[in-house]
């Protein structure tokens, strides 16, 4: 091995000999590396002292890939004959790591660097302007722009900073004639950022009328870009067109226009690390692209096996993809390295569900509502599984607190009621079916439901036929098409108010088409209604026993991810 020996004859490691000579030289500390001063002439080359972050707090596989790359620059500094360039490309590499990953005061250390041993280089001049101008140093990162531009004067990124960065520190003159280049050099789509840098030109200078034909091109080249309605509303409101400015007030948002942005792109594919692949995960999920979702979270699980988070989102991919083993194992290793993690057991009640092992996932999504009493979804599923399981009562209770937390929530009213049907708890049911039409009164089956209670309700004091023939005139009128159960509900109606002449017409109308169709069986459900009304009584069974609404089919069964909106890994 190669030795750096000091006076006296006591011998060091190389790279520890290396950091002796640069603290004796009084170049740098022992956190910070000057790339080559002290090994040339100190007067050649005028380096800047390197603040290296501490790593000690940085996950395994990115404190990894920053120890690598700072070896490599410590090689080059420590290597005689090794030409400028080189080392400027080490310094630029380490310090597009250092960017990438936010330590920034480093970062421009780096790329102060690798301009001075290479000061042609066009890559470090317009990241040091990047960055400087993501810090709010607009004067400096200018400078660094114009550096940029006279190296390569046909970089269309370093254009249109500069001319935003112009613009910012209010130099609409100077901004002006870099837009307009901008967009004779490429129309589209980048010179939709330009339209809004002319637009914003020509509000500036009380001209609402051309800030509206750039704004309005702008967004039609990129309408997802809707950061450009707010100063397209502006504009409108100044020639006095409110409408137009209140439509475009309702579209504004955070995202501006895009163009193509190599540099950036490459700096944002060298960062790796599980909050990374976190981040590509969590965008692939939200846009459906479950496949590349499912890799980015395999990639953070391999860069930290026991992170419960990384085992989650890899799980909810792979439900997704219909892989329900898969997402099963994920979710339950999950689970053992969070066992207190409602979300997970929720999520692990909807894989036993599709599994059609109820017991399981009913356990846990009472697993879920003890850890979060607040869960609107695992109330609802859990009420849904204990309904088709036949415990009504805690349905019941269950659908209840769905309605406590979410009260515009129409179905869970609708089964709360079926469930007090089912207990035999008719004024209850009739007392909250009205109180939810009258909440909710343009929901159909709440307004249906109502009135097949009225109309044929076990208990004289829940029924009133008149009633529910007046709330059937409006379910009639908001359907395009009549419904079987609607025109059941009517005869029951008919017959509850007495009317048993129209009754029979109607319950013998839709035996006829039912037979008609081929459904004899239906046919057979009707007949024994029919013998009621020829008798002269009333229906006093709403629903029959069997009916499919006691037995409703799952919840939304859409898994949910690890965190909610604005959390991260870091800060779970």
């Known amino acids: 091995m190669f030795r750096f020996v000091a006076k006296g004859g006591i011998a060091f490691p190389a790279t520890v000999g290396l950091t002796l000579a640069l603290v004796f030289l009084g170049v740098a500390g022992v956190h910070a590396v000057a790339g080559s001063a002290g090994l ?12 290296h972050p501490d790593l000690n707090a940085v996950e395994r596989l990115i404190r990894e890939q920053l120890q690598a790359e700072r070896s490599k620059l410590t090689a080059k500094v420590s290597a005689a004959e090794v030409p400028d360039s080189a080392r400027a490309e080490a310094f630029g590499g380490l310090g597009r790591l250092y960017h990438a990953y936010d330590f920034t005061e480093a970062a421009g250390a780096c790329y102060r660097n690798a301009l001075v ?3 042609k280089d066009f890559r470090w001049a317009y990241l040091l302007g990047r960055l400087l101008e993501s810090q709010g140093d607009l004067k400096q990162a200018v400078e660094h722009y114009r550096r940029a531009a006279d190296i390569a004067p046909e970089d269309l990124p370093t254009l249109l900073h500069l ?29 939709a950022s330009a339209l809004v840098g002319l637009g914003k030109i020509a509000l500036s200078r009380n001209d609402p009328g051309e800030a509206i034909e750039y704004f309005e091109t702008a967004v039609s080249m990129q309408p997802e870009a809707s950061s450009i309605h707010y100063p397209l509303a502006m504009a409108y409101r100044q020639i006095g067109d409110l409408e137009k400015a209140r439509e475009h007030l309702k579209k504004r948002g955070t995202k501006t226009p895009e163009f193509p ?17 976190w981040s590509q995960g969590t965008v692939a999920l939200s846009e459906g692209r479950f496949a590349e979702a499912a890799e980015a979270f395999r990639q953070m699980v391999a860069a930290d096996p026991e992170e419960p988070i990384a085992h989650m989102d890899l799980g909810t991919a792979l439900l997704q993809l219909g892989d329900v083993g898969g997402a099963m194992a994920r979710y339950q290793e999950s689970l053992r390295l969070s066992p207190g993690n409602p979300r997970l057991h929720y999520n692990l009640g909807l894989v036993y569900t599709l599994q059609k092992a109820y017991p399981k996932a009913l356990e846990h999504y009472r697993n879920a509502v003890e850890l979060d009493p607040g869960f609107e979804n695992a109330h609802f599923n859990a009420a849904n599984l204990l309904m088709r399981l036949g415990n009504m009562a805690q349905a019941e209770r269950h659908y209840g607190r769905v309605n406590e937390l979410n009260p515009s929530h129409a179905f ?15 004024r209850e049911a009739r007392t909250l079916l009205e109180s939810s039409h009258q909440a909710l009164p343009d ?12 109309a044929a309700s076990p208990q004289s004091t829940a029924g009133d036929g008149r009633q529910a023939l007046k709330l059937l005139e409006g379910v009639f009128k908001s359907q395009n098409e009549v419904a079987f ?25 839709m035996m006829d088409e039912v037979r008609q169709a081929g459904r004899a069986d239906l046919a057979a459900l009707l007949e024994e209604n029919l013998m009621r009304y020829r008798s002269g009584q009333p229906c006093r069974t709403p629903w029959r026993d069997d009916d499919p609404i006691f037995s409703p089919v799952p919840g939304d069964l859409a898994p949910l991810k690890s965190t909610g909106e604005g959390s991260n890994p870091a800060s779970s």
């Open 40 to 51: 040339q002439d100190p007067g050649t080359k005028e380096l800047t002292p390197i603040p």
């Open 117 to 119: 041993l290479k000061p």
């Open 163 to 191: 001319a935003q960065a112009q613009l910012n520190l209010n130099r609409p003159d100077l901004a002006e004639p870099l837009f307009k280049e901008a967009i004779s050099r490429d129309p589209y789509p980048s010179s």
């Open 261 to 277: 942005d190599p540099l950036m792109e490459e700096l944002r594919k060298v960062r790796t690390g599980k909050q990374f692949f």
């Open 412 to 426: 869970a009213r609708f089964m709360q009621a079926m469930t007090l049907v089912k207990l035999g708890r008719y």
């Open 443 to 454: 929901d159909v089956d709440i307004t249906h439901a109502l009135a097949r209670l009225l």
């Open 485 to 509: 159960e609607h025109i059941e509900t009517l005869a029951m109606a008919l017959a509850m108010s007495g009317q048993f002449h129209r009754a029979l017409q109607v319950q013998q109308g």
